[in-house]
């Protein structure tokens, strides 16, 4: 079936330095994605989302990448903090329904 | 704004007992979901609910689980009997509802379930 899938499982970077987390999708049909963080204990927490009209959009510090042609998927972290260690999920969806489907995870790890 | 509400947090209990999880969504999300979340996996859906509708619950396991949502505001999601493999975090999710897809989901905190 469609899945939705992360190319690394964890990411360990020095505080400061910018981080990439990468993600490919094989749902042809789908046009809107979603990067989510999630922390111990937590559920996910929306961070940046990206329509397929678009391959580019940023945030606060984080920047999304979508390439269509190749189906994948990156969310950019600069200065990278403590307080963004936390398992980033991409999610994707088609505009004919409203069901996510989840990636597996990669594991950011910030060292001080 | 009070966000998703969870009960309980964590439960334990042995395979074939019963269990029942809570959801308040945030307060005018006519939309909520109940997922599912393994370790170290994404979280997949069990069923949405419109209201009170239960409008896609083609991934819940019907023979075991099932779920409701009365009055259109607060729901349950029960597993009857539990099985080792259950074991897994069920979370909750609210959005504004109607027929975007664009509204943002949001997440209550889970409940963790250990089934022995």
């Known amino acids: 079936g469609e899945s939705v899938g992360l190319h690394l499982p964890t990411l360990s970077v020095q505080e400061g330095d910018n981080s990439i987390i990468n993600c490919a999708y094989s749902n042809s049909a789908s046009d809107y994605f979603i990067w989510y963080k999630q922390e111990s204990g937590k559920g996910p927490q929306f961070i940046i989302d990206i329509r397929s009209n678009m391959d580019k959009r940023q945030g606060q510090r984080v920047t999304v990448l979508l390439n269509k042609t190749v189906k994948h998927l990156s969310l950019q972290i600069a200065a990278t903090q403590p307080g963004d260690s936390a398992v980033y999920f991409c999610a994707e969806r088609e505009t004919s329904g409203s069901r996510l489907t989840f990636g597996e995870g990669t594991q950011l790890t910030v060292n001080p | 704004e009070a966000g998703v509400v969870q009960s309980p947090r964590y439960k334990i209990i042995e395979k074939k007992q019963p269990v029942a999880f809570w959801c308040n969504p945030i307060s005018g999300h006519n939309t909520l979901y109940w997922y599912r979340q393994n370790l170290g996996q994404g979280p997949e859906l069990l069923i949405r609910?419109?209201?009170?509708?239960?409008?896609?619950d083609s991934q819940l396991p019907k023979d075991r689980f099932s779920a409701e949502r009365l009055k259109g505001v607060d729901s349950t999601l029960k597993i009857q009997p539990a099985e080792l493999g259950d074991s897994a975090v069920y979370l909750c999710a609210s959005s504004l509802g109607g027929t975007s897809v664009y509204n943002e989901q949001f997440f209550g905190p889970g409940t963790r379930l250990t089934v022995l």
């Open positions: 609910y419109e209201n009170e509708e239960a409008v896609d």
